[in-house]
């Protein structure tokens, strides 16, 4: 049975292999093989370094790397999960299933959604539609779209910002949002599929907008959670609308941490023209990544730094972001037993933003 099951991936990973027309294509498709083999059961991506949880944010990038590795069937087995335990019937996802003896809903223990989970998977279902020419990933990425349009995207008089989750991040004076859940590409893919476009393209241009002015301490660096204050008084800017306020008060984090170090990569990932419209953003990353031992994370309030350095998945976004940036070679640290989750998937995300965007 086990020598059956091995030659069962042997021939399963040459077809994949013979599909690719790159090296970039070949190496992608052996890391994700790996990533598999470590984190993905019978379709549940499984956060090893957090008690095996599953949340919709992690279907999401592995149903981007089965697109990208060619994969259709772990596909729709990590899309079928995400159906049949996550998705709620207005769309949205439930973003963390903690496993108990059901194996079902009844393992999820917050129901609230994360609309970076939704974005993932609605992009990644836009990106089958395309490679494999299945309308019904279409209609399924449709159907989400419009859900997060009427219910996590809020416009403001000064901007459009996205709401992280449909509970407990505004109040009368304020929106706490997640700067790396701005994911540019996917925003200019979804806009393109969108009853309204302009949204998408509103959130865009608007997380650039805050992101430039999301450089805290001496280091000037986003953090992973940040507070836009709407009621500010009577205080205008030249063009006589409300100027915008962004705080690290009573946020949830205020750390450049591990999710504000996916912001450059998004950026990077978006192509030449932001690259270059926008190249001061990198500035702060640069100057963060120069050090001759990176910590991990730094606390934007107190400037206390992390007592270690970056992670493996840490150095790969680095990679990729210089290579997008200033052309520097890539060398990805490999996907193996040692590989925390996290790691592994940012990884292969900073591998994908690599191949989306050819030298």
Request: glycine share 6%.
């Amino acid at each position: 049975m086990v020598k059956r099951i091995f030659h069962g991936l042997v021939v399963a990973l040459v077809v994949l292999l013979a599909s690719c027309s790159t090296q970039q294509d070949l190496t992608f498709v052996k890391y994700f093989a790996a990533y598999k083999a470590l984190f993905i059961d019978d379709g549940r991506v499984l956060d090893t370094g957090n008690g095996n949880v599953s949340h919709s944010e992690g279907q999401g990038y592995a149903m981007l790397f089965a697109v990208g590795a060619n994969d259709k069937d772990t596909f729709d087995a990590l899309w079928q999960w995400s159906q049949r335990v996550l998705q709620r019937e207005d769309k949205l996802f439930s973003w963390r299933y903690r496993p108990c003896p059901t194996h079902d809903r009844a393992c999820i223990d917050d129901i609230n959604n994360a609309s970076d989970g939704e974005i993932l998977i609605a992009w990644a279902l836009l990106r089958a539609a395309d490679k494999w020419g299945d309308e019904d990933y279409a209609s399924a990425a449709t159907a989400i779209i419009d859900k997060v349009e009427s219910t996590l995207i809020k416009d403001t008089e000064q901007l459009t910002l996205l709401l992280p989750g449909e509970f407990g991040f505004e109040d009368d004076s304020s929106v706490q949002v997640n700067l790396s859940y701005w994911i540019f590409p996917a925003l200019k893919d979804i806009a393109q599929h969108a009853n309204q476009p302009e949204k998408w393209n509103q959130l865009y241009t608007s997380g650039l907008a805050l992101l430039a002015k999301s450089q805290f301490s001496q280091y000037g660096l986003p953090s992973d959670w940040v507070r836009v204050e709407n009621s500010i008084g009577n205080r205008v800017d030249n063009n006589h609308r409300k100027e915008v306020r962004l705080s690290l008060d009573k946020v949830i984090s205020a750390e450049y941490g591990f999710n504000a170090v996916r912001i450059p990569l998004h950026l990077a990932w978006s192509g030449s023209s932001t690259i270059e419209q926008h190249s001061t953003l990198f500035e702060p990353f640069n100057a963060w990544w120069e050090q001759p031992k990176t910590p991990a994370t730094v606390n934007l309030l107190t400037e206390k730094v992390a007592d270690y350095e970056m992670t493996v998945g840490m150095r790969a976004v680095e990679t990729a972001v210089s290579h997008l940036t200033q052309g520097t070679e890539v060398d990805w640290p490999e996907i193996n037993r040692t590989t925390d989750y996290y790691s592994a998937s940012l990884t292969l995300l900073s591998m994908l933003a690599v191949m989306d965007n050819p030298s």
